[in-house]
Each structure stands twice: as C-alpha cells, then as structure tokens.
C-alpha cells in the first residue's frame, strides 16, 4: 500500500436557548445562542513500518452569545439589550506529531502544535463593569504553543 494518509474531519455544534426576561432580570445570562465547529485535515507519511510522520492543521470557530456567569449583565443593563455577540473566536492550530513504534508493546509519540486564536467580538462588548477593572476587549486573543508526549506500554 502507500506510505501517505489523509484525515480530514468536521463536527458542528449549536446550543439555543431562548429567554423572555429583560436585561434587568438576568435575560443575558439565561440567553444561549452559541455555533461551535471544528475541522481538522492531516497528511501523514509512514517512513517505515514503525515510524509515522503527520503535518496537519485543526481549525474551529464559535460564535454567538453566552454569559452564564453575568459578566456582560452591566453591558446588557446599559444598552437594555439581551442579545449580543459575546465570542466570535476563531483558532487556527497548526502540528506536527511522530509515532514510533519502539517495539512490540511500546509506543512512543510526539506533538508540536501551534496556537493562533482571534478575538472577533466588537470592542463595544466588554466584561465587567464599563470602564471599569476587567473591562478589556477581546481578551481571548492570544497565540501559544503545546509540546507533548505520550508513552504506551502494553502489559
């Protein structure tokens, strides 16, 4: 067979929940209107029967509003608004890993994996009190790396 493999994969979520009562009375919180969807595509090259290399790119979006511990309830009360974006992030995860077969019943694997995360929420929406301490925009865009490993041993 080819040494080559190919991944590819998708998946969607969406949570709702609708609400009747007003900013005042905790509307924003009890609000849910929230899309996740997450796609992955990996290549992969056997090197040889005990050595496989994989490049791949995961990439995920959400979207929507969802404040279940009222951190945007003084930004709801103030504009008297129940339904606005609170994240609209998109994650763009670059990698790389290698598993090696090291012998019969011991498996050694390694992943390098990129993060680059964009905060899309308008800077009119922020947590907290307005203008007040810990009330930033976009406080979830940040970009970071993960190194990991994993060892398996069959008994």
Known sequence: GTPWKLDASYDSWTFRRSTSLPAALGGSQNLVDLTYAVGDLAVGYRVDENLMLTLGCE???????????????????ATNQIDFLTRDLVQTNPYFKLDWNVSDGVRFGTELMLYHTVDRVPTSVTPGPLNGIGSTAHPFSWDGHRFGTTLEVDF
């Open 59 to 77: 990439r995920s979006t959400i979207h929507g509003h969802y404040d279940p511990g009222g951190i945007y309830n003084p930004l709801a009360i």
